[in-house]
């Protein structure tokens, strides 16, 4: 059975800090990597996926993967308030099935 | 341009009811997914499908779930003779056809059994 683990938190930063947010996953095939940012009572909204080794950036976020040791995680830069949510790491299920395997979550809360 | 659509957003239902979700995909998305997300749990995978085609039930409870996306209309997760335990929140979301898996959630449908 694959498995997502996050820490679950919570982790509270300073407004203008850097959050790191980490993810590991058990199954070595697995492929892409998803987060998603699910704020108190809403659903979950896609950020950032990632497929291959290395940086993926977007705008504030960046989103790493290191396939050797089975991690993933998200950079977000400059954290405001807004940004206050549940981190949700995914990665699709074993077996190249289609649905999304999620960790529990990360709750990040930013501070002013 | 709309996105994910559910309704009802809040259900409320007795025991022994039955409540029906339902959820209409984004517009040029041909796959749905249902997940469910109980209070201080994760995000569970419930089932997928494509029109007329249910590809991955393995979420799903052996009884008293079923579900639907029928040619016309919106894809239904029905879920007969409810339990309390059966109160959460559920998500529908949509994909297009293609690898990576970008899948879109829905508002959600809160379900709560009294």
């Known amino acids: 059975q694959k498995e997502v683990e996050q820490n679950s938190g919570p982790l509270s930063v300073p407004e203008g800090a850097i959050a790191s947010l980490n993810c590991t996953y058990s199954?070595?095939?697995?492929?892409?990597f998803f987060w998603y940012r699910q704020y108190s009572g809403k659903s979950p909204e896609l950020i950032m996926f990632i497929y291959s080794n290395g940086d993926k950036e977007d705008g504030r976020f960046t989103a790493q993967l290191n396939k050797a040791s089975q991690y993933v995680s998200l950079l977000i830069r400059d954290s405001q308030p807004s940004d206050s949510a549940t981190y949700l790491c995914a990665t699709e299920g074993q077996g190249g099935s289609e649905k999304l395997v999620f960790g529990k979550g990360t709750k990040l809360t930013v501070n002013p | 341009n709309a996105g994910v659509m559910q309704n009802p957003r809040h259900l409320v239902r007795r025991r022994g009811q039955e409540a029906r979700l339902r959820c209409s995909p984004m517009k040029g998305h041909s796959h749905v997914y249902w997940y469910r997300q109980l209070p201080e749990e994760g995000l569970k995978f419930m089932v997928y499908?494509?029109?007329?085609?249910?590809?991955?039930e393995s979420g799903m409870p052996k009884e008293r779930f079923s579900a639907e996306f029928p040619k016309e209309g919106p894809s239904i997760l029905r879920i007969q003779q409810v339990v309390r335990g059966d109160s959460a929140a559920y998500f529908c979301?949509?994909?297009?056809?293609?690898?990576?898996?970008?899948?879109?959630f829905g508002p959600g449908t809160r379900l709560t059994v009294t």
């Open positions: 499908l494509q029109k007329e085609n249910i590809i991955d």
């Open positions: 199954d070595r095939g697995s492929q892409s």
């Open positions: 979301a949509s994909s297009p056809q293609g690898r990576p898996l970008k899948q879109y």
